[in-house]
């Protein structure tokens, strides 16, 4: 059967979706598959199917939505943008979690209805240690900033007290 | 190159457990990611290698590894590595990052582990039934093993990194794999699977992510990771598959008092079939086995098992077939194979 999107090439990837309270069947072709934001789907096998309802293009494309003066922002540790996570469809490291702390609360406010983890922790932390490194992470960012805009003293302030507190951090280990 | 585990059934199949013939299956998997090295988007092949080594190293030091296999998918041909897929052991997603994916197993095929798919780490937990708890302690009891030795990606507020936000907080996936004809029989499943989804549910095909619905089975999992504890996560998911399992019940009893014959019809129709056939596809084999397990959960056909099923559903599947051949076959072969195959678990009973 042709593909339900473009008609022209030979539909191999089918799946089925809930739409209102119908179980809807579609048959796309390779291409407008990928098109649809379904990476890695497996056209050769009849029984595979790519598209899911919270396909991962979609969610991350919220993402971008939120217009907060961080918009442009790399990350420092992996150089990832709000444009390279949605087009990857993933988040580059535990830092864009910090630098796009924003975006990210928002964003899960609105897919999970809650940005606060109430489940186990890790062990080793408490909080005296989470909260080091929170400002460690987010001193670093400003140092990143502040080297950006040239404000040098600034960055050595920065460093200096990113210092003393990685101090502290490795005598509580 | 032999798989290493190609002559052991794995436990989940055995049909033992609450609900077996219902629920055929209960499943946890847990994400993590070790703090520094990026996520896999951005992770390059030396850092991937590099976690491989600590956390098998991990393994070993907690004497965990003598007692599980070690697969790398790399020396691995495709028809070998979509078996593993088959035996729900690793995602379509290890299998696009072959050259440092890999997956521990435990001698029971309940217990494994994948390194460097989407995330870092994914354990899981498979059961047989209705058995979420044990899936729980199960994979709690290997990150926490881990936990002990490697530091974690872990934020105050989001809790447990992940590479996709959909698994931020706990990184929880907890799923059940059910068997519902009657439900499908008497039209209220889309009903069902509407207020599953209006719940924090999500429902999928036998296959996990983006697979279709075939043979009636659904795989319910949770959607939420984060705002809920992994205990309240379980137990929601856990009182929703106990209604579904009543639901589907009661509309078997249904069918059965009201259109009897046609469901006996049915049932050993696909029975005859499945006995006799010569040669048959996939898609076949699945509905057929849908008719004949309603059959056998009903107490209509007393000669198979639930186990049986079980095994005939996974050991007729296309790379199965493969590995037994020791080649990858062409459709035709296969579908002849799959055949005998099926009519040597029959005959055996």
């Known amino acids: ?173 | 190159m032999a798989l290493p585990i190609k002559d052991n059934v794995p436990g989940w199949l055995e049909g033992i457990g609450d609900h077996a013939d219902v629920a055929m299956s209960s499943r946890i998997r847990l994400a993590r990611n070790l703090k520094g090295y990026p996520f896999s988007s951005k992770i390059r092949l030396e850092d991937e290698k590099q976690i491989r080594e600590e956390v098998l190293k991990v393994l070993e030091r907690e004497k965990v590894l003598p007692s599980m296999t070690k697969i790398d998918l790399k020396g691995l041909t495709l028809y070998e590595c979509n078996y593993l897929l088959e035996e729900h052991l690793i995602s379509n997603d290890l299998l696009s990052r072959r050259k440092v994916a890999t997956v521990v197993v435990d001698q029971s095929g309940q217990i494994s582990m994948m390194i460097n798919e989407e995330d870092h780490l994914r354990i899981q937990s498979i059961f047989s039934g209705f058995n979420l708890e044990s899936c729980w302690r199960e994979t709690e009891n290997l990150a926490d093993i881990i936990g002990r030795n490697l530091e974690y990606e872990f934020h105050p507020k989001f809790g447990y990194l992940t590479a996709c936000p959909t698994n931020t907080g706990t990184g929880l996936r907890a799923s059940v794999l059910i068997h519902l004809p009657g439900l499908v029989l008497t039209k209220e499943i889309q009903k069902v699977l509407r207020g599953i989804s209006q719940i924090g549910l999500t429902f999928r095909g036998l296959y996990g992510e983006g697979s279709e619905v075939l043979g009636n089975f659904f795989q319910i999992s949770n959607q939420i990771t984060i705002g809920k504890s992994e205990n309240e996560l379980i137990e929601h998911l856990s009182r929703t598959t106990d209604q579904l399992i009543e639901h589907e019940k009661n509309a078997r009893a249904i069918l059965f008092k009201d259109a009897g014959h046609y469901i006996q019809d049915k049932v050993w129709r696909a029975y005859g079939i499945l006995e006799h056939a010569r040669t048959i596809t996939s898609e076949e084999v699945m509905n057929l086995l849908s008719a004949v397990r309603l059959g056998v959960s009903m107490k209509l056909i007393k000669k198979l098992s639930v186990s049986t099923i079980n095994r005939v559903l996974i050991y007729s599947q296309d790379a199965h077939l493969d590995v037994a051949a020791g080649k990858s076959l062409n459709s035709t072969d296969r579908d002849i194979n799959r055949a005998t195959v099926i009519r040597s678990f029959f005959k055996d009973n």
Do not use: W
């Open chain 1, 1 to 173: 059967m042709k593909c339900e999107n473009c008609k022209k090439n030979d539909a191999t990837i089918h799946f089925t979706q809930m739409k209102d309270d119908k179980v809807v069947s579609y048959s796309l072709c390779h291409e407008c598959a990928e098109k649809f934001g379904m990476k890695g789907a497996k056209h050769d096998s009849k029984q595979q199917l790519a598209f899911t309802p919270d396909s991962k293009s979609e969610v991350l494309s919220e993402l971008l939505q939120s217009k907060g003066p961080d918009n442009n922002d790399k990350c420092p540790a992996c150089h990832s943008t709000l444009d390279s996570i949605k087009d990857n469809g993933r988040l580059g490291c535990g830092q864009c979690y910090f630098t796009f702390e924003n975006q990210i609360d928002v964003l899960l406010r609105r897919i999970q209805a809650s940005s606060f983890h109430v489940g186990k922790r890790t062990s080793k932390l408490d909080d005296r240690v989470y909260k080091d490194q929170i400002e460690v992470r987010k001193l670093k960012k400003k140092l990143s900033d502040a080297v950006k805009k040239e404000n040098y003293e600034e960055a050595a302030c920065l460093r200096d007290e990113i210092i003393s507190i990685e101090k502290r951090l490795e005598v509580s280990k």
